[in-house]
């Protein structure tokens, strides 16, 4: 097999040197100060934002981990109540916080422990273990913690009175104080809903409902519906009202203009029209009408029944086919520019006196709540 490797004649000079006490010394001074260099990219530091404090309060230690970020690291994680050492406990641990850094392949592990103590001495707290890959690393130095308790005079006693019996203070809670509560929340939204209103340029607009008129056929409809029902006493005002309803109808709807014109001229007119049929009923109607106006025809209640019937029916057959939308029809109409500024003063006006208002109202319910807690 051929060799891959080519003969090098400073191989045989390197084995033959290794027997040589200097390279002996070379190679060892080389893995020591390799194995220190490995151990130097490991560095866990650990300090404290005090070293003094009161028996109860709490100070924050800081443990920092820098490492490679190829490798893995593990803090403490003691419970809420373990002791650091004998009378410092654990309050509350935060979450690691890991900065990388791109350059250098490192990362950086930072954690908090809140510690406290309820014992005055002084204490010297040792540093926290962080393992890595499995190996235990410590900070270099331990910190030292002074728990001093509060001072109190004991040679002035007299400073220092005694406590008070339990003063019989009166309460009571009436309606007053939520209603005034309530009204002083009411006049103050109402006072911001007028300025808003001020603050928006929008024109005042009324809301307007149309209502389209009555077609002409159910007005004439309507109004022989009320003849219907009454009690007939005077013929003559009957007719009247009978013919005037059907007049109204043939010029609203046909557009003969009735009002002006004698009964042979309507007849004559509706004749020419070929859409209606029943010229002969408005005659006989028309004309018994006039008989008993003027002539003072006798009329019996069965030819006034029939003479209603006979236009109800007129009134039927010349109807339109489609009935027309009675719906009411909704319009906005912008103000007059007089009525836009009558308007915008008056909510100047309401404003000052709701704001005047809600401030006295406050005042008031802050009276009340001092008398009564106070």
């Known amino acids: 097999m051929r060799n891959l490797l080519p003969f ?3 191989l045989l000079q390197t084995n033959f040197s ?5 390279m002996w010394f070379t190679l060892l001074l080389t893995l020591f100060l390799g194995s220190t260099s490995l151990r130097a990219q490991v560095q866990v530091e650990q300090h404290a934002d005090t070293t003094a404090i009161l028996i109860g309060e709490q100070i924050r230690l800081r443990l920092t981990c820098t490492l490679p970020q190829s490798q893995r690291a593990a803090f403490p994680a003691p419970q809420l109540g373990d002791t650091l050492i004998k009378g410092v406990e654990f309050v509350s641990i935060t979450p690691t916080d890991t900065v990388k850094e791109t350059n250098s392949g490192m990362m950086k592990l930072t954690k908090y422990y809140f510690i406290t103590s309820f014992d005055s001495a ?13 190996k235990k690393y410590f900070a270099k130095k331990n910190i030292g913690l002074k728990v001093s308790t509060v001072p109190v005079d004991t ?4 400073r220092f009175p005694g406590p008070h019996d339990v003063a019989d203070a009166p309460f009571s809670w009436t309606w007053r104080i939520p209603a005034k509560m309530g009204l002083t929340w009411l006049l103050f939204f109402c006072f911001l809903a007028c300025v808003i209103r ?3 340029p929008r024109m005042w607009v009324k809301k307007v409902v149309i209502y389209p008129p009555l077609p002409p056929h159910v007005q004439a409809l309507n109004a022989f519906q009320s003849l219907r029902g009454e009690v007939v006493s005077d013929v003559k005002a009957f007719y009247m009202k009978l013919t005037d309803a059907l007049r109204t109808y043939l010029q609203d709807r046909l557009a003969v203009t009735a009002h002006e014109k004698t009964t042979a001229e309507i007849c004559e007119e509706l004749q020419a029209l070929p859409q209606i049929k029943s010229v002969e009923e408005v005659k006989e109607i028309l004309t018994t009408a006039d008989l008993a106006k003027f002539a003072k ?3 019996t209640d069965t030819v006034m029944q029939h003479n209603l019937e006979q236009a109800e029916h007129f009134v039927a057959e010349t109807k339109p086919e489609v009935e027309p939308d009675l719906r009411p029809r909704v319009e906005f109409r912008t103000l007059s520019e007089k009525r836009q500024s009558q308007i915008r003063l008056a909510l100047r006006i309401a404003s000052v006196l709701l704001l005047v208002g809600s401030l006295t ?5 802050w009276i009340d709540v001092w008398e009564c807690f106070l």
Not at 18 to 22: E, F, K, N
Not at 122 to 134: F, I, K, M
Not at 155 to 158: G, R, T
Request: a neutral charge.
């Open 8 to 10: 090098n004649p400073m």
């Open 18 to 22: 290794l027997r040589s006490p200097q």
């Open 122 to 134: 002084l204490y010297v707290l040792p540093p926290l273990p962080v393992e890595v890959n499995g």
């Open 155 to 158: 040679v002035h006693v007299d």
């Open 198 to 200: 001020l603050t928006n």
């Open 297 to 299: 025809l006798k009329v």
């Open 361 to 365: 109202a406050a005042a008031f319910t």
